[in-house]
């Protein structure tokens, strides 16, 4: 299975501040098809996880555009350019390229 | 609006079975495939499985192989996922979500199961 490696796992942040969580995979998630199968969640509490990015970079209808996804092949980032109290949560990363799907451990941000 | 909505949450003893729903509206139920994630208390996201709702073709993760069963009833709209065999370690939510091609666009509520003697 493709591991997926969050960092880090607790992220302490300023409000209006920016903030950044990386995920690593231990394969490619280039897909046969050209597309990068990378996906971002958020998950508040008490809450089902929500999606903010797939394809690497590509923002969901909704999501603030303070969330950005970017990197390629094995190493992608997922950046906060300033930090609202509502992004309180745990975000995990995800990889669709390969059977099965897996999760990173997530990353709890808190203020 | 597209929305999955999931059955209730369930106390089970170990040894028993627990069966989940999953009801689809506001979409083509038999265009998107539906998978099913375990979260346990406290812990990160685990797959479980997958079944293409089109054809009823499933795959499942090896570690739930022969425990669990999933299935679709394209007339109601609504995915199952059977877990038998449950023990202590089951107790988690499970959640069902949308997959439009290598993620998970819309998810269920979740569900509780709790397994206790």
């Known amino acids: 299975d493709v591991v997926m490696t969050q960092s880090p796992l607790s992220l302490p942040v300023t409000l209006g501040q920016p903030a950044s969580i990386s995920c690593r995979s231990s394969?490619?998630?280039?897909?046969?098809?050209?597309?990068?199968?990378l996906n971002w969640f958020q998950q508040r509490p008490g809450q089902s996880p929500r999606r903010l990015i797939y394809k690497v970079s590509n923002r969901d209808s909704g999501v603030p555009d303070r969330f950005s996804g970017s990197g390629s092949g094995t190493d992608f980032t997922l950046k906060i350019s300033r930090v609202e109290a509502e992004d309180v949560g745990v975000y995990y990363c995800m990889q669709g390229a390969h059977w099965p799907p897996t999760f990173g451990q997530g990353t709890k941000v808190e203020i | 609006q597209v929305q999955l909505v999931q059955s209730g949450a369930e106390v089970k003893k170990p040894g028993a079975s627990v069966k989940v729903s999953c009801k689809a509206s506001?979409?083509?139920?038999?265009?998107?495939?539906i998978h099913w994630v375990r979260q346990a208390p406290g812990q990160s996201l685990e797959w479980v499985g997958w079944i293409n709702t089109g054809n009823g073709n499933t795959k499942y993760s090896e570690n739930f192989q022969g425990r669990v069963t999933i299935t679709r009833d394209t007339s109601a709209s609504t995915a199952y996922m059977e877990l038998s065999s449950l023990r202590s370690e089951d107790t988690a939510v499970f959640f069902c979500?949308?997959?439009?091609?290598?993620?998970?666009?819309?998810w269920g509520q979740g569900t509780l199961v709790t397994v206790s003697s």
């Open positions: 394969q490619s998630l280039v897909y046969s098809d050209g597309n990068t199968y």
């Open positions: 979500a949308r997959d439009p091609s290598g993620s998970y666009d819309y």
């Open positions: 506001g979409y083509t139920f038999t265009n998107y495939a």
